[in-house]
């Protein structure tokens, strides 16, 4: 399972004593989660009022990215069409699978300097995803067409008699041509029956002009057609490589500014808290949910009674609620949930 819930408590006398209490609950007599702490660097901080504003705007910012992310995992896997199977090893970020990146994660100071307000490194990443979206959906849209062509005229020439053409089929020998009294017409007849048994039966005549020239023309457009597909297909999915790393690099920076401006909303100053990156599995969610509650509902009362009544209310599913007492993310990994089989539909 590649489900990750970030979260962040208040620093006690130190940090490690706060991953050591989390640990201690989670892991070392209930195997919970597998645990990892996760590395944000000293931001600059900024007035109360940036950090209310910015809290909403990342919000925004983390739908918008995360969406940008699994539109460029799924159209590898479009565009990888037979080799679907080898999406996952497409899609890492610097180099590493995802859950190897989020694990390990260390804020890229050079693509988003820690000196610039959290404003700025927000701007920044805002622009930068933006760009990929808008020259993803340019280069979606070529490479549709391209390959929605080449598909129709592929169509044309497979199938059954009754809709496939007929120019890989028929000679030139077969027709009249240019006779102002004779026409030749076409005749499908199916296999089963002989062929001076073909008047007692339906048959079908298929309306189809000798046309030499037409025939090259097709062919050779097929020809061009295919051959600009895998000169395109190449750097295609080198680019989807590269900017899905880029994506999904920005998107985890972008959960480390959320954690961060949150915690200080929360928590207050000076900046004092742990982040963590806890890995659940599916069976051991709820339980999880119950212990890292009773380790911090003492931080807000208010979200505590929130969760405690929701527990008593059958069939109501705990994952929706999105407030803890404690500063909470989820990241997703399972990005890839289904493949579209109309490219043309992908980017509307």
């Known amino acids: 399972m590649t489900e990750f819930w970030l979260i962040s408590a208040p620093g006690e006398k130190t940090c490690q004593q706060t991953w050591d209490k989390m640990m201690a609950a989670t892991t070392r007599s209930n195997n919970l989660s597998a645990n990892h702490k996760f590395n944000i660097p000293d931001l600059k901080v900024g007035t109360l009022d940036v950090l209310v ?64 307000s959290l404003k700025n490194i927000s701007e920044i990443i805002s622009k930068q995803v933006t760009q990929i979206d808008n020259d993803l959906k340019a280069r979606a849209s070529a490479y549709n067409n391209l390959k929605g062509n080449l598909q129709n005229l592929e169509r044309k020439n497979a199938g059954s008699l009754l809709t496939r053409s007929l120019a890989d089929i028929v000679k030139k020998d077969d ?5 102002e009294y004779l026409i030749t017409l076409l005749v499908v007849v199916p296999n089963i029956i002989t062929v001076h048994k073909a008047r007692e039966n339906k048959f079908t005549v298929r309306d189809f002009q000798y046309n030499e020239e037409e025939m090259k023309a097709d062919k050779e457009e097929m020809t061009r057609l295919s051959t600009d597909k895998k000169k395109q297909f190449g750097p295609l999915v080198r680019w989807l490589k590269v900017n899905f790393s880029e994506a999904f690099i920005a998107w985890i920076h972008i959960k480390a500014l959320r954690v961060f401006v949150e915690s200080v909303l929360r928590y207050g100053l000076p900046v004092n808290f742990q982040a963590m990156l806890l890995q659940p599995s599916k069976k051991t969610m709820k339980k999880l949910r119950e212990v890292l509650n009773d380790l911090y509902k003492h931080l807000d009362s208010s979200a505590a009674a929130i969760i405690d009544s929701a527990m008593d209310i059958p069939g109501l599913n705990l994952s929706q609620q999105e407030y803890y007492p404690y500063v909470y993310y989820k990241i997703d990994c399972n990005l890839v949930f289904f493949f579209l089989s109309h490219t043309d539909n992908f980017l509307m």
């Open 53 to 116: 504003g910015l809290s909403d705007e990342l919000a925004k910012l983390d739908s918008f990215v995360e969406s940008v992310v699994k539109k460029v995992a799924q159209y590898m896997a479009d565009v990888l069409e037979d080799s679907r199977d080898k999406v996952q090893e497409n899609l890492l970020a610097n180099g590493v699978d995802l859950v190897t990146y989020i694990t390990r994660f260390q804020w890229d100071m050079a693509k988003y300097p820690i000196k610039q």
């Open 175 to 179: 027709f009249v041509l240019d006779s």
